[in-house]
């Protein structure tokens, strides 16, 4: 809006009447798409009073009453639109002609000038398109007039609404333009825009189906006129008066008797063209289309209309008549302007639509001759299949970054904020950051697919970015540099990440410039979708850091990052370990100590006094008593004279399940130092 132009929507206190609106405004454009359906249906309502006429089988012309009212009524609803359309236009400000040198130009807000304006360009166009002359016309003027017949009236009426039609038809096109003018465009969407176009397509088959049967009505009246002039001009036979074709004058004793002698009704029938030629106007009497209800004539002239129009009108089979061969020529050149046009607008609309898929069928066959050109494998093919397919499904062939390229930077990082600030904030060590780091993280952030079964990154190879799941599961391993028995793996899903070694590389201020190695193999278990932070990106966003408390970072980067994950998990089995060794050994330091305290160091003391000098009945249990004692001698003395040389006790053979599983530590990121 200018900036000297009043505010678009009125204050509460004031109503529309009392306010200058914006032609550009929200009101307005919302008022013309209201006015443009509500001239559609007008439309639409004139070419239903073609079918008031109805040709009786007594051979005489009445009007559908019930049809009538009910048009009328529809009619007077349509005019309020037109009325309130014109009162708008009294309240609608303009762009001064003068000055449109730059921009948009001066909106003049004073109500005077906008009248003036109005009465001299398009007052008197909306004021004929508003005015209700049929109602007025068939439910006033021609029961004024005296002995009026239903043919005149029928004539009369069509003639108004012929004359008022062009007029009604003449305001969309300045309607369209200011709506196009507006907001670029008819239709937001392609199919709407085609909708409309088809809409505009079967307006001109209703009008021309309306004016068939119109004209239909017209050529059966006509018949029996010039029957009725010959039968008047004959002298052996009753005299016809024009007045018994009117079926007001039904029970006339006069035209009961004229109609029990006349030929008018085997002369004029459409199926014996002997006498009278109907043309392309007698498939309305041969189907009995003239005496049918409402609903049924209304669909079979629509239906009739359609099918010529289509063609072209070569089909039709017509007379010699005057007004039908000009009739047929017109739906000839009215079909093929109305097909280039309005069809052609339609496939238009249509093939943009489609314009991206089909774009994306030619990438995919592009794709397929290229894998067979290179011979590529089959799992190779398939996995390139998938990837495509995949891509299509997620974006349908959308290019995001570009389209976020082309917008400000205001509202590219708005939008960023909206699509990544709650994924970035699931990541607890970007949750401490405030939130001009969080908008610079989310401005850099790039949408990123991943297909089932396939690696992130490997092992040992340089790590380029960060991951940061939307959607999907990924599996991370790492066998610790390729240590042989050496397994560790978990499941990251939405919210989770991967490359936290890139952003100890980043947060590291003297980081050499070689990027990282990754100490985790990240495969894709299922279809992956989510966002990625380069290391450049990474790198400079890292700067800010600094401003932020070192423990706290260290804090939050070593409880969520997997690599410290591992090694804590390592570090504490091997304490584990360490402390059950220990144990063991203190259990054992025991037992020998004990052991001495009892027998001494020699193999003497093995034997006792009593034993030697009393000898038992029950010398077997003593010999075992022996042979256990000596045992027990001969393990402990081993284990006393190994515990200097030896780590781990005989007890247990193979004594690799307590070797100790080493990982290396990470790296520390100092946030502190300089630079």
């Known amino acids: 809006m200018h900036p000297h132009a009043l505010p678009t929507f009125p204050p509460a206190c004031k109503s529309w009447w009392d306010h200058i609106h914006d032609p550009g405004s929200e009101f307005i454009n919302k008022w013309n798409h209201i006015f443009l359906v509500s001239c559609m249906i007008a439309l639409f309502l004139d070419p239903l009073y073609f079918y008031l006429p109805v040709a009786g089988a007594d051979a005489c012309l009445t009007n559908d009453i019930p049809l009538s009212v009910w048009v009328t009524f529809a009619r007077t609803v349509t005019d309020l639109f037109f009325f309130f359309h014109v009162l708008?236009?009294?309240?609608?400000?303009?762009?001064?002609?003068?000055?449109?040198?730059?921009?948009?130009?001066?909106?003049?807000?004073?109500?005077?000038?906008?009248?003036?304006?109005?009465?001299?360009?398009?007052?008197?166009?909306?004021?004929?398109?508003?005015?209700?002359?049929?109602?007025i016309v068939i439910w006033f003027v021609i029961p004024a007039v005296k002995s009026p017949t239903t043919d005149h009236a029928n004539h009369t009426l069509s003639l108004i609404v012929?004359?008022?039609?062009?007029?009604?038809?003449?305001?969309?096109?300045?309607?369209?333009?200011?709506?196009?003018?507006?907001?670029?465009?008819?239709?937001?969407?392609?199919?709407?825009?085609?909708?409309?176009?088809?809409?505009?397509?079967?307006?001109?088959?209703?009008?021309?189906?309306a004016t068939w049967y119109l004209a239909s009505i017209q050529r059966q009246h006509e018949c029996w006129e010039q029957q009725c002039v010959k039968e008047r001009n004959d002298t052996h036979s009753p005299s016809c008066d024009i007045t018994f074709l009117d079926c007001s004058n039904k029970d006339d004793p006069g035209r009961q008797a004229w109609l029990r002698v006349t030929r008018l009704l085997t002369n004029c029938d459409a199926q014996n063209d002997v006498h009278f030629q109907f043309g392309m106007f007698a498939d309305a009497f041969v189907n009995h289309v003239a005496e049918a209800t409402f609903i049924d004539k209304y669909f079979y002239c629509l239906w009739w209309g359609l099918r010529n129009l289509s063609s072209y009108g070569q089909n039709l089979m017509t007379s010699t008549y005057e007004f039908e061969t000009l009739f047929s020529i017109g739906i000839c050149i009215m079909g093929l302007v109305l097909f280039a046009h309005l069809i052609g607008n339609m496939q238009t609309y249509m093939q943009t639509s489609a314009a991206r898929l089909d774009e994306w069928r030619i990438r995919r066959r592009d794709t397929e001759e290229w894998m067979r050109h290179r011979q590529l494998p089959p799992n190779l093919q398939e996995r390139v299949r998938r990837f495509v397919q995949y891509k299509w499904l997620t974006t349908r062939g959308v290019d995001e970054e570009s389209i976020l390229k082309s917008l400000p930077l205001d509202l590219r990082r708005q939008i960023q904020r909206h699509l990544c600030l709650a994924?970035?904030?699931?990541?607890?060590?970007?949750?401490?950051?405030?939130?001009?780091?969080?908008?610079?993280?989310?401005?850099?952030?790039?949408?990123?697919?991943?297909?089932?079964?396939?690696?992130?990154?490997?092992?040992?190879?340089?790590?380029?970015?960060?991951?940061?799941?939307?959607?999907?599961?990924?599996?991370?391993?790492?066998?610790?540099?390729?240590?042989?028995?050496?397994?560790?793996?978990?499941?990251?899903?939405?919210?989770?990440?991967?490359?936290?070694?890139?952003?100890?590389?980043?947060?590291?201020?003297?980081?050499?410039?070689?990027?990282?190695l990754s100490t985790r193999t990240v495969k894709a278990i299922t279809e992956v979708e989510g966002f990625v932070l380069r290391a450049t990106d990474l790198k400079f966003v890292a700067k800010q850091f600094k401003r932020l408390h070192s423990k706290k970072l260290q804090h939050a980067f070593r409880y969520y990052s997997h690599q410290w994950r591992t090694w804590g998990a390592c570090f504490i089995q091997t304490a584990w370990r360490r402390y059950k060794r220990r144990r063991l050994q203190m259990e054992l330091s025991k037992q020998e100590s004990a052991y001495y305290a009892q027998f001494g160091d020699g193999d003497a003391d093995y034997y006792s006094d009593e034993d030697v000098a009393t000898p038992s009945a029950s010398g077997s249990n003593r010999e075992q008593h022996l042979g256990a004692t000596i045992l027990a001698s001969k393990f402990a003395a081993n284990t006393r004279r190994g515990a200097g040389t030896q780590k781990l006790p005989r007890l247990y053979p193979d004594d690799s399940t307590l070797k100790m599983p080493k990982m290396f530590k990470p790296e520390m990121p100092d946030f502190f130092a300089d630079s």
């Open 88 to 135: 708008i236009k009294f309240r609608t400000a303009f762009v001064a002609p003068n000055s449109r040198v730059f921009g948009r130009g001066q909106l003049v807000m004073d109500p005077r000038a906008i009248a003036i304006r109005y009465l001299k360009s398009d007052f008197v166009l909306d004021v004929v398109a508003a005015l209700p002359l049929p109602q």
């Open 162 to 209: 012929l004359l008022q039609y062009i007029p009604r038809f003449i305001v969309m096109f300045p309607l369209n333009n200011r709506i196009v003018k507006a907001t670029g465009v008819i239709a937001k969407t392609s199919w709407s825009g085609a909708a409309y176009n088809l809409l505009l397509y079967v307006l001109a088959s209703h009008v021309l189906g």
């Open 423 to 516: 994924l970035v904030r699931r990541v607890p060590f970007f949750a401490q950051m405030d939130d001009q780091l969080l908008d610079a993280i989310c401005e850099r952030l790039v949408q990123s697919l991943t297909i089932r079964d396939t690696f992130i990154v490997r092992e040992g190879d340089p790590v380029k970015e960060m991951l940061f799941l939307i959607r999907g599961q990924l599996e991370s391993a790492t066998t610790n540099g390729g240590r042989t028995g050496f397994y560790n793996s978990i499941t990251l899903r939405a919210g989770d990440f991967c490359g936290e070694e890139l952003l100890t590389w980043a947060l590291v201020p003297a980081s050499r410039l070689d990027l990282p």
